[in-house]
């Protein structure tokens, strides 16, 4: 881990993705997932908590809190910008154990993937109570490095690495200034006037 680093968890299991939301009531306008993903998205906030109480607070040796579980102990969500590295290991279907590729098309779409994983430790309005709350809410997240193999292709067990670091600002502007130039994008003399 680097100084960065706010923290990494490796959370064993087979990854779900976000679902679309369907309409199940036309009249009340309720709407549902349509994938069942509470028990991953419930794994993952679990991990993510465990990890952050237990790597960065000593809050169980203090009076009344010594009984806790280390997912109860409270602490207090990262509120400054970060970047976030997801690999998810994918357990291919049993049609394509043999094929060392993550293109089966029900591996799931990287994004769906991460927008679970990103719900599950976010603390932001949308958090469920047994989220994570790593964070004070998604829109602090700069940048998300996500990748997705197949655990047959690279031998190892289905699952997701996960680490969040803070975020070096200045690094990020400067290389979207590069990119950007890199890319022939004149920048606006003027300001933001246009947008």
């Known amino acids: 881990m680097t100084g960065l680093d706010i ?3 490796w959370v064993p299991g087979i990854a779900k993705t976000k679902g679309s939301m369907d309409l199940k009531n036309r009249d ?10 509470t ?3 419930r794994q993952v906030a679990a991990a993510v908590r465990r990890e ?28 400054s910008p970060i970047v976030v590295n997801a690999l998810f290991v994918l357990r291919p279907p049993r049609t394509h ?5 993550a293109t089966w098309a029900s591996a799931g779409d990287v994004d769906k993937l991460v927008r679970l994983v990103g719900d599950a430790m976010n603390a932001g309005s949308d958090a469920h109570p047994r989220d994570a709350h790593l964070y004070a809410d998604d829109n602090l997240i700069l940048r998300w490095n996500a ?5 047959t292709a690279v031998g190892y067990p289905p699952g997701v690495l996960i680490n969040v670091q803070r975020a070096p600002v200045s690094l990020i502007n400067s290389m979207a200034i590069r990119t950007l130039a890199d890319a022939g994008v004149k920048p606006n003399e003027v300001g933001y006037g246009g947008f």
């Open 7 to 9: 923290i990494t968890v």
């Open 28 to 37: 009340t306008g309720h709407m549902v997932e349509s994938v069942d993903n």
């Open 39 to 41: 028990g991953w998205r």
């Open 52 to 79: 952050v109480v237990g790597r960065s607070r000593t809050m169980s040796d203090l009076p009344g809190l010594s009984s806790m579980a280390p997912e109860d102990l409270p602490y207090v969500p990262v509120d």
């Open 97 to 101: 154990e043999a094929m060392p590729s």
């Open 147 to 151: 990748t997705k193999v197949s655990a």
